[in-house]
């Protein structure tokens, strides 16, 4: 079906109306985003129009590799509905083209753009993160007014005889530069003996260094100093890969990132969660065409278009909501990455295909 002509008008009908929904959408995502930007980071130091105009391109493939799953729920109901209303399937049905033969080039395009989205926007979408959080991060660090991330841990190291705890609110260069940081050292009893606040601290080859640090001693008067060395066993490579947010990588690099994060101990479940979750994409785009297709043949002949719309939109978004909770669950390591992403589309791939069935062939 899919190399004859009716394949190649129906597989040509769908990557159209994709584009058009891809173009609308992305310019959407950018206008949004932008005045977005422009409000939170219009008062700071640095901060410049083609600068936020730069930042906000950046980002749209990420927000828009977001949107895909849901984009092509829609992609397949426009589709579906405008051959419908133009009887178009109503003779391909009379012709004797199953609706598994004439619904093949839709699943067919949606495979394709799950795999694009996978080979292409999101390594676009992963570089764009990381500038834009760098560039957000710069224009913040200028007008001393850091941003809380909830990605930078409380980190402990243990060097010699010394114990020392190091916190942040934000940090650059893939964590190897932390941004308003604070140490606290313990002795062997664990009796704090020094808290240091830094403004910033950077990872060297053995030591951390800060700048503009202000240190208090118990019963000492608090002391000035403009930089301080202190010394540490940790290795970039670590700091690199515990503060790593699986939306900055690439799915080309989670699988080296995620065995560099097993032979540091750190947890990886939610690099390995995003791994399949990307790697799983087509095929949950294939699911919401399928989906798509239950709720899109029937329209012409019995009028249930508002009903039968509303019930696939409905769906959809349980199918994402379900998707997105259950990825956070396997982010957390409450169940397995692999288990976490792939039972959802399984399921939903076996849903659509189990009441297009019963609508085929009762």
């Not at 003779?91 to 004439?102: K, L, M, Y």
């Not at 067919?108 to 764009?128: E, F, S």
């Amino acid at each position: 079906m899919i190399f004859s002509t009716l394949g190649r008008y129906f597989f040509r009908r769908y990557i159209v109306t994709a584009l058009w929904f891809l173009l609308g959408v992305s310019a959407i995502i950018f206008l949004a985003d932008f005045s977005e930007t422009s409000r939170r980071l219009s008062g700071f130091s640095g901060y410049t129009v083609a600068g936020a105009l730069a930042m906000t391109a950046m980002r749209v493939p990420l927000i828009l590799q977001q949107t895909i799953p849901t984009l092509s729920l829609f992609i397949g109901m426009t589709v579906l509905i405008a051959l419908n209303r133009r009887y178009e399937l109503v003779v391909t049905r009379a012709a004797g083209i199953s609706v598994w033969q004439f619904v093949m080039p839709f699943a067919i395009g949606a495979l394709l753009i799950g795999l694009a989205t996978l080979l292409i926007i999101n390594p676009l979408a992963a570089w764009g993160q990381r500038e834009s959080i760098s560039l957000e991060s710069s224009w913040r660090q200028a007008s001393g007014r850091a941003k809380p991330s909830n990605f930078v841990p409380w980190i402990r190291q243990i060097s010699g005889d010394e114990d020392t705890i190091i916190g942040a609110k934000s940090y650059r260069s893939s964590g190897t530069e932390l941004i308003d940081v604070v140490l606290f050292h313990f002795d062997k009893d664990g009796a704090v003996t020094m808290r240091q606040d830094a403004k910033t601290a950077k990872l060297e080859d053995g030591y951390w260094q800060l700048n503009e640090v202000l240190e208090n001693r118990p019963g000492e008067i608090p002391a000035r100093r403009e930089s301080v060395q202190v010394r540490t066993n940790l290795r970039q490579e670590y700091i690199q890969e515990s503060l790593s947010q699986p939306e900055t990588v690439a799915f080309f690099d989670l699988s080296r990132k995620i065995e560099i994060g097993k032979s540091f101990g750190i947890s990886t479940k939610p690099l390995e969660t995003q791994f399949h979750s990307l790697l799983s994409l087509p095929v949950l785009l294939v699911a919401m065409t399928l989906i798509a297709a239950t709720v899109s043949l029937k329209f012409s002949r019995f009028a249930q278009s508002r009903s039968m719309i509303l019930g696939g939109i409905v769906s959809g978004f349980v199918l994402y909501v379900v998707t997105v909770l259950v990825k956070a669950f396997g982010s957390s390591g409450a169940i397995p990455p692999f288990v976490a992403v792939w039972i959802p589309v399984i399921v939903a791939s076996a849903l659509g295909a189990t009441i297009l069935l019963h609508q085929e062939d009762g």
